[in-house]
């Protein structure tokens, strides 16, 4: 594995001296594409792309609290898996049954 270093200078500094990161040779690999294609720096594309994860991850959160929520105060029930997809099974069966030829 081979290492890149990333400094952020957006932030506060808790590592004065940078981080480390490793990442598989076929990351880095990607990692270096992706820089050139951009005619970026490898420690951007790296801090962009985690600043995108973070950003993505809180609106799941957002999203998995705001339906947590509905479910526990009643405003939506919640649907067993096994009969949903059986039912969808079935829907299925019935309108490949009515558009077959007889």
Request: no cysteine.
């Amino acid at each position: 594995m081979n290492m890149i270093a990333v400094l952020d200078t957006g932030f506060p500094q808790t590592y004065p001296q940078g981080m480390e990161v490793h990442f598989t040779p076929d990351v880095e690999a990607k990692l270096h594409a992706l820089a050139t294609e951009t005619g970026r720096g490898v420690d951007e594309v790296v801090q962009d792309a985690l600043a995108g994860y973070f950003e993505e991850l809180a609106e799941v959160r957002g999203m998995l609290d705001s339906r947590y929520d509905d479910i526990k105060s009643g405003q939506v029930k919640p649907v067993d898996g096994e009969a949903f997809f059986e039912s969808l099974r079935q829907r299925e069966e019935a309108l490949l049954k009515k558009h077959s030829p007889q």
